[in-house]
Nanobody, 119 residues
Framework: VQLQACGGGLVQPGGCLRL?????????????MRWYRQAPGKQRELVAA???????NYADSVKGRFTISRDNAKNTVYLRMNSLKPEDTAVYYC??????????????WGQGTLVTVSS
């Protein structure tokens, strides 16, 4: 099982980006999916999460600006980021609980995609 994230880049303050992360491989189903981020010199933090049923939660710092969503048919999670601030600059990682059998699964990380918010 692999998670492939993409969509990062350089954006001006106030701008927007959409990240995506697709799970591939021998997959029975994908349960919770999450986005984390790690800024230089800081610990990795949870940004947003979504269950298989679509229940979401967000870090206080991104509420009202970021939206997490998923396409279960494509095993893909998205993060729409609006009103970006310089403090959103970080490497963003996707994370997912993937079942490769009905009774067995594991937790996987994507490779990270860099988001830089700067004028």
């Amino acid at each position: 099982v692999q998670l492939q994230a993409c969509g990062g880049g350089l954006v001006q303050p106030g701008g927007c980006l959409r990240l995506s992360c697709a799970a591939s491989g021998s997959i029975f189903n994908v349960r919770s999916m999450r986005w984390y981020r790690q800024a230089p010199g800081k610990q990795r933090e949870l940004v947003a999460a979504i269950t298989a049923g679509g229940v979401t939660n967000y870090a206080d710092s991104v509420k009202g600006r970021f939206t997490i969503s998923r396409d279960n048919a494509k095993n893909t999670v998205y993060l729409r980021m609006n009103s970006l601030k310089p403090e959103d600059t970080a490497v963003y990682y996707c994370n997912a609980n993937v079942m490769f059998m009905a009774w067995e699964g594991d937790n996987y990380w994507g490779q990270g995609t860099l988001v830089t918010v700067s004028s």
